[in-house]
């Protein structure tokens, strides 16, 4: 991760209710910063599925979609990337031992998808336990001159 | 709906067109149940056409795995027709594409099912 963030040209942040709605709203947002930031079609692309599998794991799996708990989502872009981080109010689970969707026993597995595609799609992802409970995800893209 | 399915018989073979969005909730679902439909069917030669799909999340090719194996438990054959870039790219990632049959012309499609 880099230290030095530099400062935000364009920052959003919001309270979601635990809701496949907000997964919709997340995904739009994100893509439209994304969009104004410069980001091509390809990116554009990437970034709005990384956003829409970390809002789904935050909804579906962290809060289950419980109408008490709320999903803390925020945007920025500043000169050279976009950043956007998630986080739920769930129990937490054990992302340091996930099961590797490539490995062979997994290919045909109807699920656990997820994190492989935010990893591959962003250049930067970092999951952190939050106190007293729930996890936090961070994606960062990286705006390249092409 | 964020999904149409519209299916159609073409000799043997079940064509389900699937037009719009393959993610987590009704579209997801939605294909799911057909699949399942056409199973209890006995419908054994199911070719899915992805031509108009605009979008596909890992629920949604977790329901294409899903019903990939539910078909080839039943003893039938479910194949992909006309993957654009980014179902394309999905199933390539994931490793997928090579475990379907895909297909990028209709005719020579419905001709690869076994007899």
């Not at chain 1, 409970?133 to 001159?145: I, M, P, Q, R, W």
Request: net charge negative.
């Amino acid at each position: 991760m880099r230290e030095n963030q530099p400062r935000a040209t364009e920052t959003l942040e919001r309270s979601l209710d635990s809701t496949l709605e907000s997964v919709d709203k997340a995904e739009e947002i994100v893509v439209g910063m994304a969009q104004r930031a410069g980001f091509d079609e390809d990116d554009l692309m990437k970034i709005g599925m990384a956003v829409r599998e970390s809002m789904v794991n935050a909804v579906v799996h962290g809060n289950r979609y419980s109408d008490r708990k709320k999903v803390r989502f925020s945007v920025a872009h500043s000169p050279g990337e976009l950043r956007v981080t998630i986080a739920d109010e769930g129990e937490g689970f054990d992302f340091e031992h996930l099961p590797d969707p490539l490995a062979p026993e997994n290919l045909m597995a109807t699920s656990g998808r997820g994190i492989f595609l935010i990893r591959s799609f962003m250049d930067e992802f970092q999951m952190k336990h939050l106190d007293p409970g729930g996890t936090e995800v961070t994606l960062v893209k990286f705006v390249v001159s092409k | 709906m964020s999904v149409k399915l519209n299916t159609r018989q073409v000799g043997d073979v079940s064509v389900m067109d699937v037009a719009g969005r393959i993610t987590l909730g009704e579209g997801s679902s939605a294909m799911r149940d057909a699949l399942r439909e056409m199973v209890s069917k006995s419908q054994k030669k199911i070719l899915l056409n992805l031509a108009d799909v605009s979008y596909i999340d890992s629920s949604g090719i977790g329901e294409l795995v899903s019903g990939f194996t539910t078909v080839a438990n039943s003893g039938g054959q479910l194949k992909l027709l006309n993957l654009n870039k980014r179902v394309k790219d999905l199933l390539q990632i994931t490793k997928l594409y090579t475990v379907f049959d895909v297909h990028e012309d209709e005719a020579a499609a419905i001709r690869s099912f076994a007899a």
